[in-house]
């Protein structure tokens, strides 16, 4: 302000919005910083935290189902491709099932509605593992800093890791609708569509005044 000649007594308003911008700014950063830190933490299955995390989910969306074991081939019907989901968060680490646990605990009746759509006999594909592709995709915005206006937008001052968690939410809704919208022939084609859906949300992204959040 010094440097600009800006008088604070004239402009009372600029000191304001000074400090929102730079609270935006330095919080995006750190907002990163804090994603980064959970996505390099491995899934440990000695972790009870982790495991209890887990069985919370299976809860959340099969809760009239009893898991019958820890490693067992029901995995597979929320989505998961073995008999252990650990191996399925290698790429995203805790940060993916965080992810999941967080839009079933906080959308319930969409993530049982989601669920069912994914085992559409024509065009379905797996629910878990399609929900930690998203995060890479979320995770992958944040890092190349194309959620910067969403997030400006979205919130007035330090954007935490719920805001993060609520834009993984919005990719979750919206895939699910874009997947079935497009009717592919095949799952095999999931990365053709994953990478349309990509350069949608990215066109999104670009415009200055975006603010991408959930709508049912």
Known sequence: MKEKN???????????????????ITGYKQLYLDVESVRKKPYDSDNLQHEKLLLKLWNLLMPTKKLTARISKQWADIGF????PKTDFRGMGILGLINLVYFSENYTSEAHQILSRSNHPKLGYSYAIVGI?????????????ALKSH???????????EHFHQFY?????????FWFQEEPESIMYFNLYREKFHEKIKGLLMDCNVALTLKM
């Not at 592709?133 to 800093?145: C, D, F, I, P, V």
């Not at 939410?169 to 609708?177: A, G, I, S």
């Open 81 to 84: 491709q073995g008999d252990d």
């Open 151 to 161: 997030l400006y937008n979205c919130v007035p001052g330090v954007p935490t890791m």
């Open 169 to 177: 939410c919005y990719l979750v809704y919206e895939f699910d609708k």
């Open 6 to 24: 800006i008088n604070p007594e004239k402009d009372t308003s600029f000191k304001i919005c000074m400090r929102t911008c730079l609270l935006q």
């Open 133 to 145: 592709n998203l995060t890479e995709m979320a995770y992958s915005l944040l890092k190349n800093e």
